[in-house]
């Protein structure tokens, strides 16, 4: 399995904006699967869902926490899926990571297990 390769990262104070990117070889890499989603792990908590888009029609679920803050979109012709997390708040702190998912029932829920997890991408959110 390929892994997928986040990156975008960084410090930003309360209430700024990010962009992540996901890339990847291909995305026909992941015809086996529904969806792209991004998941983030804060310290001392449990892998959560934040988002996912799907990988046929587009369509995209969230995570309640990040609903209207945060946007997920996919360049086709780049192989990369995008979140952009605007209104950022410090709770949104974390490792954010993303993966190929079946189904979206992990896409706003912690738990998804996953063989191929990339080292993910830190964002710090502190004045």
């Known amino acids: 399995q390929v892994q997928l390769v986040e990156s975008g990262g960084g410090l930003v104070q309360p209430g700024g904006s990010l962009r992540l990117s996901c890339a990847a070889s291909?995305?026909?890499?992941?015809?086996?699967?529904?969806?792209i989603g991004w998941f983030r792990q804060a310290p001392g908590k449990e892998r959560e869902g934040v988002s996912c888009?799907?990988?046929?029609?587009?369509?995209?679920v969230y995570a309640s926490s990040v609903t209207g803050r945060f946007t997920i979109s996919r360049d086709n012709a780049k192989n990369t899926v995008y979140l952009q997390m605007n209104s950022l708040k410090p709770e949104d702190t974390a490792v954010y990571y993303c993966?190929?998912?079946?189904?979206?029932?992990?896409?706003?829920?912690?738990?998804?297990?996953?063989?191929?997890w990339g080292q993910g991408t830190r964002v710090t959110v502190s004045s």
């Open positions: 993966a190929p998912v079946l189904g979206n029932y992990y896409c706003s829920r912690s738990g998804y297990e996953y063989a191929y």
């Open positions: 291909r995305f026909t890499d992941y015809d086996d699967y529904d969806a």
């Open positions: 888009i799907s990988t046929n029609d587009g369509s995209t």
